[in-house]
């Protein structure tokens, strides 16, 4: 919703200034559900209904990846924030990123961690791509600069009970 508000705001400004090459901007907004399902079904009405110029992409890496190609296809500009690195690894031209992926900031929380005498952790994350890849990107840097990880566990994304896994 913030997101929606935020682009009407600069669109409202926009068009008040005379648009783009003087043509009016309009802004759609579908909601993908965090579904990549519904994030395809989405990606071919804003291509083939409502033939747009340029996409805000999901906020989910999944959906991002699911979609990616085709809007590459289309040749549609796209910015995505999903936080996973995989979907930024296909070599897609107009397909961008708005935010760091989670892998960047992994290193730094390990470095921190040993720096603050942390020599043991214990990984506990979920099992989409996003997850995934963090904890790798931690994982590697943990043990790059000796800290041991102990356990991992995983939960899947409907999960909000984490009593069994910390047990």
């Given at each position: 919703v913030n997101i929606t508000r935020g682009a009407q705001l600069a669109i409202d400004e926009a068009n008040a200034e005379g648009g783009i090459n003087g043509a009016q901007i309009e802004l759609l907004s579908y909601d993908d559900k965090g579904n990549p399902e519904e994030a395809v079904k989405i990606a071919s009405r804003l291509?083939?209904?409502?033939?747009?110029?340029?996409?805000?992409?999901?906020?989910?890496?999944?959906?991002?990846?699911?979609?990616?190609?085709?809007?590459?296809?289309?040749?549609?500009?796209?910015?995505?924030?999903?936080?996973?690195?995989?979907?930024?690894?296909q070599g897609w031209e107009y397909i961008f990123r708005a935010c760091a992926n989670n892998g960047n900031t992994m290193g730094d929380l390990a470095t921190?961690?040993?720096?603050?005498?942390?020599?043991?952790?214990?990984?506990?994350?979920?099992?989409?791509?996003?997850?995934?890849?963090?904890?790798?990107?931690?994982?590697?840097?943990?043990?790059e600069i000796g800290i041991e990880i102990t356990t991992e566990e995983v939960y899947v994304e409907s999960d909000n009970e984490f009593a069994g896994q910390i047990n």
């Open positions: 291509v083939e209904v409502d033939h747009v110029d340029a996409v805000m992409g999901s906020l989910i890496s999944s959906n991002m990846l699911a979609t990616g190609q085709y809007f590459e296809d289309n040749k549609i500009f796209t910015i995505g924030t999903g936080l996973s690195p995989t979907w930024m690894e921190k961690l040993y720096d603050m005498g942390v020599r043991t952790a214990a990984g506990l994350h979920g099992q989409d791509d996003a997850n995934m890849s963090a904890f790798l990107a931690f994982q590697e840097k943990a043990e």
